[in-house]
């Protein structure tokens, strides 16, 4: 059992470029979402999607899109990327929409931007 | 809005001493509440979780946890730390019920434990 996988582990990024992180859950969770975690600052929630064809915004919006086509897969955009958005991103999913079911993360993706 | 305060950025003990890290949380309804442990260059894990049922949750690797409402407070503690325990702890707040959000976890800032042999 594969649980949540992220690709790709370590990105290098200049800064303007775009760039799709992948994000796949095997254990057919309905709620999936990507955080980015920075010094000092804990994780902060970008979005979340509670089902494939509904996605919503967390805190931390802002320069990122996600979609969710499929149960399995939820990626998240970069679209211009900035130095601000270096970071380590997490995908986590849980099987329950409510909040008392166990969040299983990825093993994060680490980004550099230029 | 829900928060979390974790008092301690790091946090260092000796070998067998006592863990004690400390989580304050708000919320305007009754939260649920987790402990979630990260080691290096790993994702997290839940270490233990409250909902609403026994206020004191054991977890795994020992740890365990206390909810007292009238402190709004969720303290993880140990009894005795392991080399192995050294890690960053987070602790979160769920959204849940509050309307908006739902299903989404706040986390507070982390503690780093330290454990000297």
């Known amino acids: 059992n594969a649980g949540v996988t992220q690709t790709p582990k370590f990105q290098v990024l200049k800064t303007g470029q775009s760039m799709t992180l992948q994000c796949a859950q095997d254990?057919?969770?309905?709620?999936m979402s990507w955080y980015r975690q920075d010094p000092g600052m804990g994780l902060r929630l970008i979005h979340y999607?509670?089902?494939?064809?509904?996605?919503d915004q967390g805190e931390v919006p802002n320069g990122y899109n996600v979609s969710r086509s499929t149960t399995e897969d939820f990626p998240l955009r970069l679209l211009s990327a900035a130095p601000s958005q270096t970071s380590v991103y997490f995908c986590?999913?849980?099987?329950?929409?409510?909040?008392?079911?166990?969040?299983?993360f990825g093993e994060g993706s680490r980004l550099t931007v230029l | 809005a829900q928060s979390v305060t974790q008092l301690g950025s790091h946090v260092s003990v000796s070998e067998g001493a006592l863990v004690l890290l400390r989580c304050n949380y708000s919320?305007?309804?009754?939260?649920?509440l987790f402990w979630y442990v990260q080691y290096p260059n790993q994702g997290l894990q839940l270490l233990l979780k409250?909902?609403?049922?026994?206020?004191l949750v054991k977890g795994i690797n020992g740890f365990e946890a206390e909810f007292k409402k009238s402190e709004t407070s969720f303290h993880l503690t140990k009894p005795s730390a392991h080399m192995s325990d050294a890690a960053e702890y987070f602790c979160?707040?769920?959204?849940?019920?509050?309307?908006?959000?739902?299903?989404?976890?706040?986390f507070g800032k982390g503690t780093k434990l330290s454990v000297k042999p």
């Open positions: 986590a999913s849980s099987q329950n929409r409510g909040s008392t079911g166990e969040l299983f």
């Open positions: 254990m057919n969770h309905e709620y």
């Open positions: 999607s509670v089902g494939a064809g509904i996605t």
């Open positions: 919320s305007s309804v009754p939260p649920y």
């Open positions: 409250y909902t609403s049922a026994a206020t």
């Open positions: 979160a707040v769920s959204t849940y019920g509050a309307g908006g959000s739902q299903g989404n976890l706040i």
